[in-house]
């Protein structure tokens, strides 16, 4: 299995509701990421896990909570997001050398 | 803190002939560069890496080249085929950790 599997690949939701997106890889890679992109612009780091320990923050506001209750594991938890907060969010997986990233999912606040 | 730029955020080509697609960089901490090339509504795929003890780096049809000193890195793609039109990101990272991305060029190659 060399695939980084993001669920769900759409996501629709109220500014009210928590929700949660989920990342999985059987690579054994020990460093997990989530990244988050805006139309036509860059994928922008938000956070590093390394060994199941949040090792980078990119000063993420709190409403985005991450997770990792495992290694092969990493979700993101959503509670009052902002229409702004509407992207294409990346899950990426690495050990060693490059980075493998799942299809996202495409989170719409509404 | 744009730490790697794109330049040009798009390209058209004609299929057969060369595209080149270039990176500036402004860290000079970064030790690893690569080049992924997305289609919509997918994650970024992984194409070529270059280290930064390296100036060259060639994989099939794809060449990636460092120019250290200069903070520049570019792919080249000889020869374009239509299948290769996507947007192309540069990233860069520092001992693997927090990788970086350009804005990405759109690379159109024509038939």
């Known amino acids: 299995d060399t695939e980084v599997t993001q669920t769900p690949k759409h996501l629709v939701m109220g500014m009210t509701n928590k929700k949660s997106l989920k990342c999985e890889q059987h690579m054994g890679h020990r460093a997990m990421y989530w990244y988050k992109q805006k139309a036509k612009k860059p994928p922008e780091l938000m956070f590093v896990?390394?060994?199941?320990?949040?090792?980078i923050n990119e000063s993420v506001p709190s409403r985005f909570s991450p997770e990792c209750p495992n290694s092969s594991l990493l979700n993101l938890h959503l509670h009052a997001l902002q229409p702004e907060d509407s992207a294409l969010y990346l899950c990426a997986s690495s050990q060693g050398r490059g980075y493998t990233f799942g299809s996202g999912t495409r989170l719409t606040v509404v | 803190d744009q730490q790697v730029k794109q330049n040009s955020p798009s390209l058209s080509v004609q299929e057969g002939r060369i595209s080149i697609l270039n990176c500036d960089y402004t860290n000079s901490m970064f030790d690893y560069f690569l080049w992924y090339k997305k289609y919509p509504a997918e994650g970024p795929t992984f194409l070529i890496s270059i280290s930064s003890i390296k100036d060259k780096n060639e994989d099939g049809r794809f060449t990636v080249f460092l120019n250290k000193s200069a903070k520049h890195l570019s792919l080249h793609i000889v020869p374009s085929q239509p299948g290769d039109s996507a947007v192309y990101f540069c990233?860069?990272?520092?001992?693997?950790?927090?990788?970086?991305f350009g804005a990405g060029t759109r690379l159109t190659v024509k038939p």
């Open positions: 990233a860069a990272s520092i001992q693997n950790n927090d990788m970086r």
């Open positions: 896990y390394s060994y199941e320990k949040l090792s």
